[in-house]
């Protein structure tokens, strides 16, 4: 964590961004006593613990001949341990769906990198906001009614710039430990919005976790996240300007290289292979590289065969309300 965490700093700060009075800090130092009260309790979380799934996931992840990942990268693991309560066959199946999703859905996944998502983030339709809930969770916005030009900016790229956010607040330890809560904002939502929804993207996203509806019940709402940690277009006490989406964007392109090294899976006749890819280095282990006609020669290509799984994003630790 704390090599981590001095590879993120400038001139011993961690990143952060002004919002009004309010300051969004990216949290990547040591969780704090806390934390780590909330980690042992919940999670198991203790040295011996800690230890023994790093090892047995590592195990497990060698076993699995065509899945190649950082695994000297103890904090990455940590993403995948966490939230199965540091038990390694889990984390490793949370794993595999990770990549799974990737291969299911390359117009979502493939080559993302907040780099290539700049629209979204201009258009201020997905922001982070600067306190935790009073569980420690993250909290993000998704303005998804009448922000949203869909000739401007795709269903798509709003979903790329989500994935993007989750991953970037997995960097943080806390974020690890709690999870997220992400704010739907359907306020103005019309038919033009709704046609934007394919059946396919549709299931996507009904699949990711529980959906809980409010309107604007800020009683009900304030139930799940309390009024101190929000905006005051949601009922709560803090004074955010609009339009720090641009700025957002500046603060996760300072985490680029966390996604230069691209998640993807590749399936190469009936050969499964999960791949974390590094600049430089091969797609996957133990097979040839391998490019479709008329394809770029420099992203992998993906087939899509048959898959009666669900694809659910439970690798990504959130809630929606």
């Known amino acids: 964590v704390l090599a981590m965490a001095e590879r993120y700093k400038i001139d011993g700060k961690s990143p952060s961004l002004k919002m009004g009075d309010y300051t969004l800090q990216v949290e990547v130092d040591e969780v704090g006593a806390e934390y780590e009260k909330i980690a042992r309790e919940e999670l198991r979380e203790s040295p011996d613990v800690v230890a023994d799934a790093v090892t047995k996931l590592r195990e497990l992840v060698k076993a699995e001949t065509d899945l190649n990942v950082p695994l000297d990268d103890d904090n990455y693991l940590y993403r995948f341990l966490r939230p199965c309560k540091f038990y390694p066959d889990s984390a490793l199946d949370r794993m595999k769906k990770f990549y799974r999703f990737r291969l299911k859905h390359p117009e979502l996944a493939a080559n993302i990198s907040p780099v290539n998502e700049r629209n979204v983030f201009e258009q201020d339709l997905v922001t982070i906001l600067p306190k935790r809930t009073q569980c420690g969770r993250r909290i993000m916005v998704i303005d998804a009614g009448k922000k949203w030009k869909p000739r401007e900016c795709a269903l798509t790229e709003i979903f790329k710039a989500v994935m993007i956010v989750l991953e970037a607040s997995l960097i943080e330890p806390r974020t690890q430990i709690c999870g997220s809560e992400v704010i739907l904002d359907m306020n103005g939502l019309s038919m033009q919005h709704v046609l934007q929804f394919t059946p396919g993207l549709?299931?996507?996203?009904?699949?990711w976790t529980q959906v809980h509806f409010h309107g604007t019940d800020w009683k009900s709402f304030h139930t799940y996240i309390v009024a101190d940690s929000l905006?005051?277009?949601y009922g709560g006490l803090m004074d955010i300007p609009e339009n720090t989406g641009p700025k957002l964007h500046e603060l996760l392109c300072r985490f680029k290289n966390e996604f230069e090294g691209i998640r993807d899976v590749l399936f190469i006749g009936?050969?499964?292979?999960?791949?974390?890819?590094e600049s430089g280095k091969p797609f996957w282990k133990n097979q040839p590289?391998?490019?479709?006609r008329d394809s770029n020669p420099d992203i992998p290509a993906f087939t899509r065969p048959a898959q009666h799984e669900s694809d659910a994003l439970d690798f990504l630790p959130m809630k929606w309300v």
């Open 270 to 277: 009936s050969v499964r292979a999960f791949v974390w890819r």
């Open 231 to 233: 905006p005051l277009q």
């Open 289 to 292: 590289q391998y490019t479709c």
């Open 202 to 207: 549709a299931m996507s996203i009904a699949h």
